[in-house]
């Protein structure tokens, strides 16, 4: 039986490998991204070539 069940998923068994030591400490909440959800579209090739392209989205997918 393997004690670290990383080492085994990782393809180290039989090889000596570090435990990770404090992993819960670095998990921490932080700032949440900033996503805001947009009924339009935004093409980047447009803007570059005539200005800024908008196209309406007709239903989500």
Request: proline fraction near 3%.
């Amino acid at each position: 039986m393997v004690a670290d069940p990383v080492t085994l998923l990782l393809g180290g068994f039989g090889r000596y490998v570090d435990p990770a030591v404090h992993t819960q400490t670095a998990t921490r909440i932080r700032e949440a991204l900033r996503v805001v959800a947009r009924r339009r579209t935004h093409h980047a090739r447009g803007q570059f070539l005539i200005g800024q392209l908008h196209q309406q989205v007709v239903r989500s997918a």
